[in-house]
């Protein structure tokens, strides 16, 4: 008799993905403050339809809808990506895609996963975010508090 979980496996993105994303945050986040908020996205952006690109970003990455998203929670959130059956590959394209300043791209099964989690009485994306925030403390290539 087999036992089953409803819980999602925590799957990091690579060590390699992680610092692409982690560069790319720091490239949003000029003033080196550990958040970003919509009007350094704005600027990120710039013409490329920045207010769109920065609505479509906040409405996937910002869960919690503080306004602000930390390096732990735009981790998270590749992390989720991962989860949710995107391959490395197209992670990594995704990343290149945005240190370019391309697009936002929508991640419809992670919209999916956002949904469901925050009918959920505890929600798995706290779990992910502080699963980031440990490895970015051990972590010796990134130190934002």
């Given at each position: 008799?087999?036992?089953?979980?409803?819980?999602?496996?925590?799957?990091?993105?690579?060590?390699?993905?992680?610092?692409?994303?982690?560069?790319?945050?720091?490239?949003?986040?000029?003033?080196?403050?550990?958040?970003?908020?919509?009007?350094?996205?704005?600027?990120?952006?710039?013409?490329?339809?920045?207010?769109?690109?920065?609505?479509?970003?906040?409405?996937?990455?910002?869960?919690?809808?503080?306004?602000?998203?930390?390096?732990?929670?735009?981790?998270?959130?590749?992390?989720?990506?991962?989860?949710?059956?995107y391959?490395?590959?197209?992670?990594?394209?995704?990343?290149?895609?945005?240190q370019?300043?391309?697009?936002?791209?929508?991640?419809?099964?992670?919209?999916?996963?956002?949904?469901?989690?925050?009918?959920?009485?505890?929600?798995?994306i706290?779990?992910?975010?502080?699963?980031?925030?440990?490895?970015?403390?051990?972590?010796?290539?990134?130190?934002?508090?």
């Amino acid at each position: 008799m087999g036992t089953c979980s409803n819980r999602t496996e925590h799957k990091q993105i690579s060590e390699n993905l992680r610092l692409k994303a982690i560069m790319i945050f720091q490239k949003i986040d000029i003033y080196n403050k550990g958040y970003i908020d919509k009007e350094r996205t704005l600027q990120f952006w710039k013409s490329n339809f920045a207010k769109l690109n920065t609505e479509a970003l906040f409405s996937q990455v910002d869960y919690k809808k503080s306004g602000n998203i930390t390096v732990q929670e735009w981790l998270a959130f590749w992390d989720i990506v991962k989860q949710q059956g995107y391959s490395e590959q197209e992670i990594s394209d995704e990343l290149d895609q945005l240190q370019e300043g391309k697009a936002w791209v929508q991640f419809y099964k992670v919209d999916a996963y956002i949904r469901a989690d925050r009918e959920r009485h505890k929600t798995q994306i706290d779990s992910i975010v502080q699963m980031e925030k440990k490895t970015l403390q051990k972590s010796k290539s990134f130190n934002y508090n």
